[in-house]
């Protein structure tokens, strides 16, 4: 048996409760033992004093459906200590051909080029995952707008109903096949147009599996009081838990109003399975969207297919080289990516500490150049929220990324340092943890990071990632 001890460090186990001294014990990929330190530790142990230890980091949001088969490394993620990644969010999945397309539909685009949409239905990506052994363990949701482009001739429209049967019969096979759930992106222009039935329809493939409803918010503006709404009724009508992505409040006619949205949350909770994900800055990142245009939000273009020459300017900027309006050259752009600096510091702060927020870094791996959240998400809540300005204690912090996050997703052996678990590990310095990736330079690794285990194996130490992966495409229980 292939044995692993971990000694002398602070261990924050995931529970929100303060650290304790203890000696870790892995066999065959399972945390055997959490004991009291030895006085005489193992001669191959780990000398992990002046270390915190802590269950690997679990991403609540991502992009890396395709990444995790394409660039199994998972590079930015494990250097930052993430060894479970959510995929399948904001409506977009990979379980779905589109070898055939010439475009992709936005923004299903965001997860890759339509050669590598090759799987027919989600057991054959589930089956892919496992062979690619990716670094990291995967996690996957159905994408609503993935759905519609499979089965809708166009979609700018609603589905008919003999298209949501169609739709609804590829939920329950994934299900069955272990996803954990539905998600949505009603925002962007290819769902906008499902009304709140058509998604009433498909939830209700999750009444009683305990199987998960994940929603990219209708509106995270104006009218984002009726969008919540909407998102509990869904939840409601299929008995399905709750996630609300990426929880902000987007545009500068927004701000101020974190506290208010929230009570929203904690209402609906008390009848119902609600919990949300929130990544620790204030811009955020996606498509190229003529309607986030203002003059308020400070946007930079990240890539664009009619003018790659642009990508890494202020839009700003080229308008004024072109002597055109922001919604002129951002149409001319078009296709494109964006940075939108859209969100106060101060409702960031509020929405993080949140007792139901976990963190999720919603990067995109394939932006030639991707928001610093892709690299930094994880090291940043530790080192800059919780170390620097003590917005929350580290065991709070921790929790946020770890045994919250099972929970809510129903990991039932990931999330908590104890014996019996899957040795999903991450040993840091709280001292140094930080994120060094910015938005001029955004793939730098994070710092701090000692050592990371995925199911036992070792994936990085201080010199960096080690190139062995163990991750695995994790399967959910029926029912949860």
Not at 78 to 103: K, L
Not at 277 to 283: I, K, L, N, R, S
Not at 311 to 322: F, H, N, P, S, T
Not at 458 to 469: E, F, H, S, W
Request: aromatic share 6%; proline share 6%.
């Amino acid at each position: 048996m292939s044995r692993l001890i971990i000694a002398g460090a602070e261990i924050f186990d995931g529970t929100g409760a303060l650290g304790f001294q203890a000696d870790v014990e892995v066999r065959d990929g399972i945390i055997t033992s959490v004991e009291p330190c030895s006085a005489r530790p193992h001669p191959d142990a780990i000398d992990a004093r002046g270390l915190a230890l802590a269950p690997g980091f679990i991403d609540a949001h991502t992009h890396d459906d395709l990444v995790v088969v394409a660039a199994p490394d998972m590079t930015p993620k494990i250097t930052q200590g993430v060894t479970t990644v959510v995929v399948g969010n904001c409506g977009i999945s990979a379980g779905g051909d589109f070898t055939r397309h010439e475009q992709l539909p936005d923004p299903i685009m965001l997860l890759g080029t339509a050669d590598q949409f090759r799987y027919p239905d989600y057991a054959a990506y589930a089956d892919a995952v496992d062979k690619a052994v990716p670094a990291t363990n995967v996690v996957a949701l159905i994408g609503h707008t993935t759905l519609r482009a499979l089965h809708m001739d166009r979609l700018d429209r609603e589905a008919t109903d003999a298209e949501r049967s169609a739709m609804r019969s590829q939920i329950e096979a994934a299900l069955a096949a272990g996803a954990f759930g539905l998600s949505t992106g009603l925002a962007y222009a290819n769902a906008a147009c499902a009304s709140t039935t058509e998604v009433k329809d498909l939830v209700e493939a999750l009444r009683g599996t305990g199987a998960l409803y994940c929603t990219h918010l209708r509106s995270e503006g104006a009218q984002i009081t009726a969008a919540l709404e909407e998102a509990f009724a869904i939840g409601r009508h299929g008995e399905a838990p709750i996630v609300v992505s990426h929880l902000k409040c987007a545009g500068a006619e927004q701000h101020g109003r974190s506290t208010e949205i929230l009570s929203l949350l904690d209402q609906a909770a008390e009848a119902q399975s609600v919990g949300c994900d929130c990544y620790p800055y204030t811009a955020s990142s996606s498509t190229l969207d003529i309607k986030q245009v203002v003059p308020q939000t400070p946007i930079k273009i990240t890539w664009s297919d009619a003018e790659p020459a642009q990508a890494g300017r202020m839009l700003a900027d080229i308008a004024a080289d072109w002597g055109t309006s922001l919604r002129a050259a951002a149409e001319r752009l078009q296709p494109a990516g964006a940075v939108y600096h859209c969100m106060a510091d101060a409702d960031v702060d509020t929405i993080l500490s949140h007792r139901i927020t976990m963190i999720g870094s919603d990067g995109l791996p394939c932006d030639p150049r991707p928001h610093p959240r892709l690299w930094g998400s994880f090291p940043r809540v530790l080192g800059h929220y919780a170390r620097e300005r003590g917005l929350f204690p580290l065991a709070t912090a921790i929790r946020k990324m770890t045994g919250l996050t099972a929970d809510r997703f129903g990991l039932a052996d990931r999330g908590y340092v104890r014996a019996g678990m899957a040795a999903d590990l991450v040993l840091f310095d709280p001292a140094t943890i930080s994120d060094r990736a910015t938005y001029d330079d955004p793939t730098r690794p994070a710092g701090g990071i000692h050592g990371v285990w995925v199911n036992g194996t070792p994936a990085v130490t201080l010199d960096g990632p080690k190139g062995q992966r163990a991750g695995r495409m994790l399967r959910r229980a029926s029912p949860l």
